[in-house]
């Protein structure tokens, strides 16, 4: 069974910075596209951003030039590093992962149990 996994959120003030991680556990498995995603309370659940194995990124206009993905084939490990902070980029953040399984040979997407981001003063 994979399983991604989220850590790094917290409570930050407006134009601060944090760290989210997620890794990716588990065994014989690949990974194609892994993203972010987000959800506000009472919102539907938006990309933030997403990057290919290659390397490959997309952003959602609204994090660009403050947001970066990258990630760690070796280590199965997405980032995003969160620059300039603001309110409205509260929410739950929840890591997504599009996984090919050897042990039956599926693919589907994975997803954490997701990491709250506080923006507030």
């Known amino acids: 069974q994979v399983q991604p996994v989220e850590s790094g959120g917290g409570l930050v003030q407006p134009g601060g910075s944090l760290r989210l991680s997620c890794v990716a556990s588990g065994s014989r498995f690949s990974i194609y596209t892994m993203g972010w995603y987000r959800q506000a309370p009472g919102k539907q659940r938006d990309l933030v951003a997403a990057?290919?194995?290659?390397?490959?990124?997309n952003y959602a206009d609204s994090v660009k030039g403050r947001f970066t993905i990258s990630r760690d084939n070796a280590k199965n490990t997405v980032y995003l590093q969160m620059n300039s902070l603001k309110p409205e980029d509260t929410a739950v953040y929840y890591c997504?992962?599009?996984?090919?399984?050897?042990?039956?040979?599926?693919?589907?997407?994975?997803w954490g149990q997701g990491t709250q981001v506080t923006v507030s003063s």
């Open positions: 997504n992962a599009d996984i090919f399984a050897y042990r039956d040979y599926s693919r589907g997407a994975y």
């Open positions: 990057i290919t194995s290659g390397g490959s990124t």
